[in-house]
Each structure stands twice: as structure tokens, then as C-alpha cells.
């Protein structure tokens, strides 16, 4: 149940934040709203990481290169979602992001990418991607 309500609260979140983030890049620029995101975020991270006390951070030296560029794929995904929102509205960018959302897990998860263990894709799985993309299909019509 917890799981569910972080999935949600992230999945609410990421759409306020397509929003903000389209307003300010009308404003100063896609890629400065991108910094300015990223910024923010890291700021809050770090009041967060101090307000609770977790040392962890000390393990950082432990953690792989390719995981700890993350921060530099979440500023290509500010400037995609920015731009889609801007050509494409807020509803269908969201949906086609999940539905590309989706996709790569499955195939991760299929192929036990990133350190993740190996879950089974079966007919059902894809059948529900499939029900999505005519979902989008229906809601772009």
C-alpha cells in the first residue's frame, strides 16, 4: 500500500511539475528552466538529507558512474517533457510519457538490466500497454 501511494504521489507530482516547468520555460528558456529545476530540486534534497540527519551520503564513493548520472538523463527528460507540453498539451505528453514509461521497464525488468532481478512479461503485460497506446490513440482523436 505504501508503494501505491508514493507511485501516486510521484505520478501527481510529475504532472505539476510538467506544468511549472512549461510556464517558466515560456518565460526564461527551456534549458534555464531545466537548471533552475534541477537546482531547486537539489536544494530541497539536500535541506531534506540535513532536516532528517542521514549520513548515507557517505557511501556515495560506492555507487556506480553510470547510476550517479542520473541527474544529467533527468535534465534530457525536463527539456522533452518542457517541448512536448509546449507542441502537444499536457494530457497527451503525460500519456505518451508513461506509455514510453512502460515500455523500457518491461524491457528492463524482461532483461534484467540495471542490477534489477529478472520478472517475467507475459501476453497480459503487453496487452495493457497495447490497451494504453489506444487509449492515447482515443484521447488524441
Do not use: C
Amino acid at each position: 500500500m505504501k508503494g501505491i501511494l508514493f507511485a501516486l504521489l510521484g505520478g501527481f507530482f510529475l504532472t505539476f511539475q510538467s506544468v511549472a516547468n512549461a510556464a517558466i520555460s515560456k518565460e526564461i528558456g527551456s534549458w534555464q528552466a531545466a537548471t533552475m529545476t534541477q537546482l531547486t530540486g537539489f536544494v530541497l534534497a539536500i535541506l531534506i538529507v540535513l532536516i532528517i540527519r542521514d549520513r548515507s551520503y557517505r557511501q556515495l564513493n560506492q555507487v556506480s558512474p553510470l547510476y550517479a548520472s542520473g541527474g544529467m538523463l533527468a535534465a534530457v527528460v525536463l527539456f522533452s517533457n518542457m517541448t512536448a507540453v509546449h507542441i502537444m498539451g499536457v494530457t497527451l505528453t503525460i500519456s505518451i510519457f508513461l506509455i514510453a514509461q512502460l515500455v523500457l521497464a518491461i524491457v528492463i525488468d524482461s532483461r534484467g538490466w540495471f542490477d534489477m532481478s529478472l520478472k517475467k512479461i507475459g501476453r497480459t503485460q503487453i496487452l495493457g500497454v497495447l490497451m494504453m497506446v489506444v487509449g492515447v490513440i482515443i484521447l488524441k482523436w
